[in-house]
DNA sequence: ACCTGAACACCGTTCAAGT
DNA sequence: ACCTGAACACCGTTCAAGT
């Protein structure tokens, strides 16, 4: 067990970051801990701490490589669609399979919450608007005569209604069940709302009751 | 402290639960726990296992005073709109507001992964498929030509998304910067759907690429 | 310089023992 | 019968001490 110099700091994170994921998928978000991932790269819990802040900074690592994986299948499913509706139903229905297929990884990314006063760092809150703007490039595509605000808008509209269809399908809520009742949820409110946004000017966002 | 008889094991169980809802409004989803509850009552931690299964079962309950709380707002929300499309936006901006104001309460009841054998009692199902049908009325009032089946797919569409938006939001994420930003959101993605809905078929739905 | 091992202050849960 | 107090098996985090 106990050694020196048989791994750089580098090599340790990265052992600790893989280890942090396989028991992720072994035991889900609860079963997560900075003992555990000790355990399973032959360190003392002390040593984690020479390599993170803590367990919030670990997780956040975690979590960068979650979105770098899940950017990459958004890339993939844009591709070789045949028009920009396509395009965005496929990224919507990659984000649903894609938090189905690494359920537990994608539960570290919200289930978790920080200390109020720790504030994300730009390189993770950067990596999130990045996916985020691969919706606003489809849109982009699919109605230019919007304005980027009002795209900007519309992007952060469907990013968050199919992360909703995915966060109460993946807890099975609503009896939404599973991923194929998922999909078409996210289907459905893609196709929707793209076709009412289409046709409306976006005047109606000004009258505002105040209830 | 320690006293015999004082209190109904029903009395225990109402001063639990309202013990619960203080320490999470002061110290968030983080700070609860079944000591700090117990030392708040004047009893011990075992007194609440003789009236409580375990946490997850407090906290079930915790959550269902949180849903009844709810519908009251969604119910008072829905009076005197003037159609039915109006009835869901004050549907969704209420769930929003809900939301923000009890902010710790509301996450309670997603941000707690339970053990995944434990399912989850019938009454409580009940109480979430209530909220639910409050939407599925609207509905039917906005767009009675439309199949039952149609009108509950649209309803759980409507739901996840308001409340993915309030998952976004009210953790900071895409921009999305509170609460008013959170209701210009909602507002979007229920005018829009609906517009988009009342005046499709449903057909769309069959048309499914296998990607 | 690197890493450990023990400590500290917390958890949820159980249960023999007291009244 | 009701409730406690101590125990058990866990946590995250720190840091003096060892090599």
Redesign the interface.
């Given at each position: 067990m106990a050694r020196r110099n048989d791994h750089s700091r580098d090599e340790i994170r990265a052992m600790a970051l893989s280890a942090a994921e396989a028991l992720l998928d072994r035991e889900?978000?609860?079963g997560l801990s900075t003992r555990k991932i000790a355990a399973e790269i032959g360190y003392t819990v002390g040593s984690l701490y020479l390599v993170f802040d803590n367990l919030d900074d670990l997780i956040l690592q975690v979590n960068a490589r979650t979105l770098a994986a899940l950017a990459e299948w958004l890339d993939r499913?844009a591709l070789a669609q045949p028009d920009a509706a396509?395009g965005v139903r496929?990224l919507g229905?990659t984000y649903v399979r894609y938090a189905d297929r690494h359920r537990s990884r994608w539960?570290l990314i919200?289930?978790r919450?920080r200390a109020?006063d720790a504030v994300l760092p730009d390189w993770y809150l950067q990596s999130?608007?990045g996916l985020?703007e691969r919706v606003e490039r489809q849109l982009a595509d699919y109605a230019p005569q919007r304005t980027a605000a009002d795209r900007s808008?519309?992007a952060?509209?469907l990013?968050?209604?199919?992360?909703?269809?995915?966060?109460?399908?993946l807890?099975d809520?609503?009896?939404?069940a599973g991923i194929a009742e998922a999909e078409?949820?996210t289907?459905?409110?893609i196709?929707?709302?793209?076709?009412?946004?289409v046709?409306?000017s976006g005047e109606?966002?000004m009258v505002?009751?105040d209830?």
């Open positions: 889900g978000v609860a499913a396509a496929a229905r539960e919200f289930n919450q109020s999130v608007a985020f808008l519309a952060r509209v990013w968050s209604g199919v992360h909703g269809v995915c966060t109460l399908a807890s809520r609503l009896d939404i078409r949820l289907d459905s409110l196709e929707n709302y793209l076709a009412g946004w046709n409306n109606w966002q505002r009751e209830t």
